[in-house]
């Protein structure tokens, strides 16, 4: 309806007794909204163990969008009520498209942050995105208030863009490019929540999970996208054509691409690799934090994360420490005198390992006499820890503070380096000579 109908229809309910009516309607419909939302909210939570907060969080980020839901439900309901109670509903017409505007952003916000989010982290572009998503939505509001919005469809439906051999009005442009997007958008929140479903079951090993998690997202974004284009009528035939030209694509440059991918689920299959083991590949070394389809993220002990191809994993060797026993062995040496009576020494270090809480007492730790150095008996202090992801310089840097406490206390006793110094005193006196012979000439 044009902008002046409206304006008039506004202020004439305003000296109209129904106007206390709509807003009671009004307030009624965002109160119980919001009520309604926190309380499905505390069932929903209620009596439910989540360790790291992201059932809550979901739950949460969603109800702030069931609120205006269900006020924009109350309120159609108290229009019909009044209107057929021959009330006057034009206030109740404003505050209608106002709610479902509101109720499209909230949606739409909750829709982006749960599949594009990293970490609860909102990148500028996603932020920049909403921003812009939320200047149309209002902006589509205000035409339609204004009443330039059946002129607007009006010009789309009679406007028509050459689009190869034939021509495609821009209505059917849009209502493509739409029900793509959204489509693509419901299969990528279906696949975040079905992942986040079966990364939380505990009787499915980790890389199974991993892959029926991509698999499930992979299967819901190509039924969305055949399902979006059937409704706008486009006949799947015609992807055959690129489905040959992929195939072109990936027999000439994307091969590496694709050996990647399959890669990938190879590893997950086979169970090689699982989140939380320790490998290392080439001169890379660290904790499996993230198995992708394409690459694999490797966290070191120093914080770095190392982004490696999942081809790298299946054509070269790898070293897992943590595959089928999570022990892992450290050691340090320590040369002590001649003389020392070993019976006391070896035993006496064997305590000081035992002593540290991340060495295992099975298989125990043990000192071996590894060889006779110049200075002294060189022993080698191994032992055995359970946790390979937090290393083992923690443990080594640990025992050498205990055996310098022993050191310092005089129950060991260090090797010091011995020198031979005969060859010096001999350099020494031929010095001397030439001296005393270079004296006697002068």
């Known amino acids: 309806m044009p902008l002046a109908d409206m304006l008039q229809d506004l202020l004439g ?13 009004i307030i009624a419909s965002a109160g119980l909204g ?19 907060g992201m059932l809550r969080i979901g739950v949460e980020s969603f109800a702030r969008v069931l609120a205006p839901l269900l006020a924009l439900g109350l309120l159609t309901l108290g229009k019909y009520f009044l209107a057929r109670n021959h009330l006057h509903v034009n206030v109740l017409r404003v505050a209608i498209p106002l709610a479902s505007s509101l109720a499209m952003i909230r949606l739409a916000f909750y829709l982006l942050r749960r599949v594009f989010a990293r970490h609860g982290q909102l990148g500028a572009a996603l932020q920049t995105f909403e921003k812009l998503f939320a200047l149309v939505v209002w902006l589509g509001l205000a035409l339609y208030l204004t009443g330039a919005w059946p002129d607007i469809l009006r010009f789309l439906e009679h406007t028509s863009v050459p689009l190869g051999r034939h021509r495609v009005q821009l209505s059917d442009a849009l209502q493509a490019v739409v029900s793509v997007v959204l489509m693509l958008m419901l299969a990528l929140w279906a696949g975040a929540a079905l992942e986040e479903r079966l990364m939380g079951v505990p009787g499915i090993h980790t890389s199974l999970r991993v892959v029926l998690a991509r698999t499930s997202r992979a299967v819901l974004v190509l039924v969305a996208v055949l399902l979006s284009l059937s409704m706008v009528g486009l006949d799947l035939t015609v992807l055959s054509v690129f489905g040959g030209a992929l195939g072109v694509g990936l027999g000439l440059g994307m091969q590496r691409i694709a050996s990647n991918y399959v890669s990938g689920f190879v590893i997950l299959l086979e169970r090689s690799l699982s989140i939380g083991d320790m490998i290392s590949v080439d001169k890379y070394s660290g904790k499996v934090t993230h198995i992708n389809t394409r690459y694999t993220v490797l966290q070191g002990l120093d914080g770095v994360e190392t982004v490696l191809p999942n081809e790298m994993l299946i054509s070269g060797p790898v070293q897992n420490q943590s595959l089928t026993n999570r022990r892992v062995r450290g050691s340090t040496r ?3 005198a001649y003389g020392s009576d070993l019976a006391v ?3 006496l270090l064997q305590q000081q390992a035992a002593s540290i809480p991340r060495v295992l007492a099975e298989p125990g730790p043990g000192v071996g006499l590894a060889r006779f150095a110049p200075e002294g008996y060189e022993l080698d202090v191994g032992f055995w820890i359970g946790d390979p992801e937090n290393g083992t310089g923690g443990v080594v840097s640990e025992l050498n503070k205990k055996i310098y406490a022993l050191v310092q206390s005089g129950e060991i006793k260090l090797g010091i380096p011995t020198f031979d110094t005969r060859l010096l005193d ?3 006196a031929a010095v001397v000579a030439r001296n005393a012979q270079n004296s006697g000439n002068s």
């Open 13 to 25: 309910d305003l000296s109209d007794p129904s106007i206390l009516w709509q807003a009671a309607v």
């Open 34 to 52: 919001w009520l309604l939302a926190r309380s499905i909210r505390s069932a929903w939570l209620h009596g439910r163990d989540d360790h790291n």
């Open 334 to 336: 320590v040369i002590v």
């Open 345 to 347: 020494v070896m035993p």
């Open 426 to 428: 001999a350099h020494i």
